[in-house]
């Protein structure tokens, strides 16, 4: 299971790629794994504003239903429209097609208090 280097990562197992002022989230290949088989997910509408580390949607799996939080706070601009009709891109691939949603990020400081690649991959191996 790789852990990309070019991203952040919160302990709830998210995932953050930034481009300028703004940033792409989904879950972890490790979360992915854990949860099975997605088949549906929650997300926000574009427009709202989500807190760093406030829960911004629900995935489920076969296994259970678990929430979604924002390793970052900001506006959402965009949803990913595929997962209502693909959920299993989450799995198939969760850095890449399987992304849940973009927001412009209210406090770039906030991206300090996330895991890098090495962290994260420590965080994983103790579970």
């Known amino acids: 299971m ?3 280097t070019d991203l952040r990562y919160s302990k709830d197992h998210e995932w953050v790629r930034v481009d300028g002022d703004g940033a792409t989230i ?3 290949e490790y979360a992915a794994a854990q949860l ?3 088949v549906f997910v929650e997300l926000p509408d574009p427009g709202s504003t989500l807190d760093q580390f406030g829960t911004f949607g629900v995935v489920e799996s076969v296994k259970a239903v678990s929430d979604l939080f924002a390793p970052v706070a900001g506006e959402v601009v965009e949803v990913n ?3 209502a009709g693909r959920p299993e891109l989450v ?3 969760p850095y890449g097609a399987g992304w849940m949603l ?3 990020i209210a406090d770039a400081a906030q991206l300090e208090q996330l895991l890098d690649a090495p962290a994260y991959e420590q965080l994983i191996s103790e579970t």
């Open 26 to 28: 989904g879950i972890t």
């Open 2 to 4: 790789g852990v990309p």
């Open 102 to 104: 973009r927001l412009r």
């Open 81 to 83: 429209g595929e997962l």
């Open 91 to 93: 799995n198939e691939e």
């Open 36 to 38: 099975g088989d997605v």
